[in-house]
């Protein structure tokens, strides 16, 4: 059973454009959801991390919008740029299961110049 | 901060052959680590949790006689895999977890992964 869902599973944006990457859960538990940024041939990179206890973070071009009620979170780009070009991933970890990181299925994203 | 190593970057070993990976955090203590699998155009898998100075903790489907990990240090894991088949050709990705209280002990921080090809 996957613990994390994760859509679109690629996804191609013009340069300047918003890229939005969607995940879903189901365990309640969970209390940590991060974004990894991953290069081919590279591990994954942590981009930006939410806790339930708030609905949006931003750092940059990057921004976490979070739905408790939902079970939801998505991964705002704004203005994409091609250095952009990479695979997503969005995880999530609750302490009842030693915080563990469940992944969802990763995005490749394409930034077109 | 939160730099985490591994070593080798690429290995390329023939069928029978026992292999070893190290993977370090270079700036802080890791209590626990993690190591990855992940197959081309796919996501991560989690094959084992490593406490420092106990036995690991391995999911279900990963074969623990194949697949030996060690925690010997706060900042020193490693995965050998041994007697490896073409099969266990992968990408081989740890990631380390701060000590409890740091703030940050939630967050993993991943190593550049382990190219390893099994001839």
């Known amino acids: 059973q996957q613990q994390v869902k994760q859509s679109p599973q690629s996804l191609i944006v013009q340069k300047g454009g918003i890229s939005i990457i969607n995940c879903a859960y189901e365990n309640t538990a969970f209390d940590y959801f991060p974004w990894y940024q991953q290069f081919p041939g590279k591990g994954p990179a942590l981009l930006i991390a939410i806790r339930p206890d708030v609905s949006e973070k931003k750092e940059g071009r990057f921004t976490i919008s979070f739905n408790k009620s939902a079970k939801q979170f998505s991964l705002h780009i704004m203005d994409s740029q091609p250095g952009d070009s990479a695979t997503y991933f969005c995880a999530a970890s609750g302490r009842d299961n030693f915080n563990k990181f469940y992944f969802g299925s990763g995005t490749k994203l394409n930034v077109k110049p | 901060g939160a730099v985490v190593s591994q070593h080798p970057s690429r290995v390329i070993c023939k069928s029978g052959t026992s292999v070893k990976i190290e993977c370090r955090s270079l700036?802080?203590?890791?209590?626990?680590m993690f190591w990855y699998r992940q197959f081309p155009k796919q996501s991560l898998m989690l094959m084992a949790t490593s406490n420092e100075g106990s036995k690991a903790t391995y999911e279900q489907g990963v074969e623990k006689d194949k697949f030996l990990i060690n925690h010997a240090s706060l900042t020193l894991s490693t995965l050998t895999v041994t007697s490896a088949h073409p099969e266990d050709s992968s990408f081989y990705i740890c990631s380390a977890r701060d000590r409890p209280g740091s703030g940050s002990t939630d967050t993993q921080y991943f190593g550049p992964g382990t190219r390893l090809t099994v001839l």
């Open positions: 700036d802080f203590q890791a209590t626990t």
